[in-house]
């Protein structure tokens, strides 16, 4: 992206950033198979990359947030942490969302 500063010059801003955050899952039931779907969409709806990581999850504790399975594989139960990293085009538009849905409890589930 190309944007003009107060002097008029060019300057270029990178999309390659990556935001990240540490998330806690505080649904009773943990990231089961309606939220993965949900997050899945999120994802999905932006030109981004979305990941989370399970903190001390050993081998295979990172998700692409596009696929539910690999959100499943995750075995995030409640209390379970996670960092989510997001970069892209649309990566601040996607990562908000994606942290609203979280701190929503996705979406007010019990």
Known sequence: MILNNDTGAEEVMSTDAILERVITV?????LHARPAAQLAKI???FDASMSVEKIDGGEDSVADCRSVLS???LAAGKGS????????RQA???????LEFFESNFGGEE
């Open 92 to 98: 601040e538009a996607a990562f908000n969302a994606a």
């Open 43 to 45: 994802a999905l709806d």
């Open 81 to 88: 942490r996670l960092i989510l990293r997001v970069s892209g």
């Open 26 to 30: 505080g649904n009773t039931m943990g």
């Open 71 to 73: 959100l499943l594989m």
